[in-house]
């Protein structure tokens, strides 16, 4: 009989605990979602607890941390196995767990936290630590300068359990979620539209990319942004900053982020996402990703 995984025998004792579960590949991430599951929206729905509802009941590991399950007969089921061979570490869902994850991504932000929130457990990280509190909440993106809220529907690497008492979720946190009306009432927008500097080569001229390229990423980017028209564009546009300023980082420069920065803020007011929380969001997703290339 061949010897458990680590990564599924670390899951194993989680789920006993009463904590969903996934594996994540190579590059810290969930595995993809299968044939049936793939695609935007996914094929088969989406699973019932998920913001996008359907009657999705794929046995494979699929919907990143909508596949998090304290089932072991599902962690060591055969469609499962093949996964944990390969996966390199494992996550879990604070909110079906009940917990909230407050991931501090620097030295900066351990310092706020350390003045500004309760104690409670902490777990240390590459460059910062999480805390962990008991109580659930919406997760969020850049609430602070480096510092994210992952609860509900999303997921946190396990990096051990931690040291200290774990505290109530306290209401200083939950404060701190700015609410995105992303709804905007018909013929309205909830908020002004900012003047748009487009991207060109004028305000790139130190860019090692082809124009092609940029504008390709910049107009998928900005179609994320653009198709969060319920909920959560302004996270979204913290996402596709980041994403958009660490292809630019072995960059010689200048690569006009600001210009592709005002993008993706145009668009994100669009959606109603009110333009101060929009151009922090942005901001953050900027100065997030130069931070983690230094």
Request: net charge positive; aromatic share 6%; proline share 10%.
């Given at each position: 009989?061949?010897?458990?995984?680590?990564?599924?025998?670390?899951?194993?004792?989680?789920?006993?605990?009463?904590?969903?579960?996934?594996?994540?590949?190579?590059?810290?991430?969930?595995?993809?979602?299968?044939?049936?599951?793939?695609?935007?929206?996914?094929?088969?729905?989406?699973?019932?607890?998920?913001?996008?509802?359907g009657p999705c009941?794929?046995?494979?590991?699929?919907?990143?941390?909508?596949?998090?399950?304290?089932?072991?007969?599902?962690?060591?089921?055969?469609?499962?196995?093949?996964?944990?061979?390969?996966?390199?570490?494992?996550?879990?869902?604070?909110?079906?767990?009940?917990?909230?994850?407050?991931?501090?991504?620097?030295?900066?932000?351990?310092?706020?936290?350390?003045?500004?929130?309760?104690?409670?457990?902490?777990?240390?990280?590459?460059?910062?630590?999480?805390?962990?509190?008991?109580?659930?909440?919406?997760?969020?993106?850049?609430?602070?300068?480096?510092?994210?809220?992952?609860?509900?529907?999303?997921?946190?690497?396990?990096?051990?359990?931690?040291?200290?008492?774990?505290?109530?979720?306290?209401?200083?946190?939950?404060?701190?979620l700015v609410k995105?009306?992303?709804?905007?009432?018909?013929?309205?927008?909830?908020?002004?539209?900012?003047?748009?500097?487009?991207?060109?080569?004028?305000?790139?001229?130190?860019?090692?990319h082809t124009e092609?390229?940029?504008?390709?990423?910049?107009?998928?980017?900005?179609?994320?942004?653009?198709?969060?028209?319920?909920?959560?564009?302004?996270?979204?546009?913290?996402?596709?900053?980041?994403?958009?300023?660490?292809?630019?980082?072995?960059?010689?420069?200048?690569?006009?982020?600001?210009?592709?920065?005002?993008?993706?803020?145009?668009?994100?007011?669009?959606?109603?996402?009110?333009?101060?929380?929009?151009?922090?969001?942005?901001?953050?997703?900027?100065?997030?990703?130069?931070?983690?290339?230094?």
């Amino acid at each position: 009989m061949s010897a458990t995984p680590e990564p599924l025998r670390v899951a194993l004792a989680l789920a006993a605990a009463g904590v969903p579960v996934l594996p994540l590949r190579r590059g810290k991430v969930p595995f993809g979602n299968c044939r049936t599951c793939a695609g935007r929206p996914p094929r088969c729905g989406g699973r019932p607890n998920m913001k996008s509802a359907g009657p999705c009941r794929c046995p494979a590991p699929c919907h990143a941390w909508a596949a998090g399950t304290t089932d072991p007969h599902v962690l060591t089921s055969p469609v499962w196995a093949p996964v944990w061979r390969e996966a390199v570490a494992v996550a879990y869902h604070p909110g079906g767990a009940g917990l909230t994850v407050v991931d501090l991504d620097n030295a900066a932000a351990v310092e706020w936290a350390r003045e500004s929130l309760p104690a409670t457990r902490v777990v240390p990280t590459t460059r910062g630590e999480h805390w962990l509190y008991r109580g659930a909440m919406p997760s969020a993106n850049a609430v602070r300068p480096g510092v994210d809220v992952k609860s509900l529907m999303q997921y946190a690497r396990w990096l051990g359990p931690g040291t200290g008492p774990m505290a109530i979720l306290p209401a200083a946190m939950r404060a701190l979620l700015v609410k995105e009306d992303t709804t905007p009432a018909p013929g309205k927008v909830a908020s002004s539209l900012p003047t748009r500097t487009p991207w060109s080569r004028q305000v790139a001229t130190g860019c090692r990319h082809t124009e092609r390229y940029v504008r390709t990423g910049l107009e998928r980017g900005l179609a994320l942004v653009r198709a969060r028209t319920e909920t959560g564009a302004g996270s979204q546009a913290f996402g596709v900053a980041r994403f958009l300023a660490a292809q630019h980082t072995a960059c010689p420069g200048p690569c006009g982020l600001a210009a592709i920065g005002e993008e993706i803020v145009t668009a994100a007011v669009a959606v109603g996402v009110p333009e101060a929380y929009a151009r922090r969001a942005v901001a953050n997703g900027l100065e997030t990703a130069v931070e983690r290339a230094a």
